[in-house]
Nanobody, 123 residues
Framework: VQLQASGGGLVQAGGSLRLSCAAS????????MGWFRQAPGKEREFVAA????????YYADSVKGRFTISRDNVKNTVYLAMNSLKPEDTAVYYC?????????????????WGQGTQVTVSS
């Protein structure tokens, strides 16, 4: 499956953005999906995951209560709504798809990756 992330940009601290990740396949509903991010000079880290049905979600502690992951299996798209953004949220955000039917926060357990979209939060 090919993944295309979009929606990044420059926002002030306290602001909001919504990222989108469109999948190329109609079998999108067969994948658990995740969002990850990588800040300059840091390793890629887990942000959020959602089950293939959309009923279960999982968040990193650093974004819990501020970010919301969701999906639309008709539009083959997963979203990441980001509120109360902080300068430390600045990173390239990546979406990823996992074929196994368990949500994961582990990078190596995801099979397909999008190209990333830049989010910059100014103070």
């Amino acid at each position: 499956v090919q993944l295309q992330a979009s929606g990044g940009g420059l926002v002030q601290a306290g602001g909001s953005l919504r990222l989108s990740c469109a999948a190329s396949e109609a079998t999108f509903s067969s994948y658990d999906m995740g969002w990850f991010r990588q800040a300059p000079g840091k390793e890629r880290e887990f942000v959020a995951a959602i089950s293939r049905s959309g009923f279960s979600t999982y968040y990193a502690d650093s974004v819990k209560g501020r970010f919301t992951i969701s999906r639309d299996n008709v539009k083959n798209t997963v979203y990441l709504a980001m509120n109360s953004l902080k300068p430390e949220d600045t990173a390239v955000y990546y979406c990823a798809a996992r074929t196994d039917a368990t949500m994961s926060r582990l990078i190596y357990e995801y099979n397909y990756w999008g190209q990333g979209t830049q989010v910059t939060v100014s103070s």
